[in-house]
């Protein structure tokens, strides 16, 4: 390819998007991805670049795009993920055990009131039996 070509290139990509061409090289060490797999994003669609002669270039603006793309899916898998049937069983079973453990709990509570209530109740009720004799 020709270095008119090339320059032709490099301009149409600065002039539809607005934005700095960097080749895969500068984007691999701005995203830490590896410069093949930008490359196969690119021929997949997934990002927009063009192949100059030997060379791949893209645009800081792609870059961006892809890397807020990427955020949103994890984030979208990770919220699927926390609500994933398996995980959903979990935390119903745990909270049953836990509600269950919290009512017996709460019963033996209440006998122990009740038990000591009712103790107080014979003590008050047999002192005021001897006042009464």
Known sequence: M???HHNI???NLE?????????????????????????ALI?????????????????????????FKQKIRHKKFA???FF??????KILISA????????LFGIYLYGKIIK???EEGKKTLSSDAEIIN
């Open 2 to 4: 020709s270095e008119r």
């Open 9 to 11: 290139v490099i301009i």
């Open 15 to 39: 002039m539809e998007n607005l934005k700095k061409v960097v080749s895969l090289g500068q984007a691999s060490k701005i995203t830490g991805y590896h410069s093949d797999y930008l490359s």
């Open 43 to 67: 021929r997949k669609g997934e990002m927009k670049g063009e192949k100059v002669g030997g060379s791949w270039f893209t645009t800081e603006e792609e870059i961006n795009n892809y890397i």
């Open 79 to 81: 919220i699927l993920d």
């Open 84 to 89: 994933s049937p398996t995980r959903t069983k």
């Open 96 to 103: 049953g055990i836990l509600f269950s453990v919290i009512i």
């Open 116 to 118: 000591v209530n009712f």
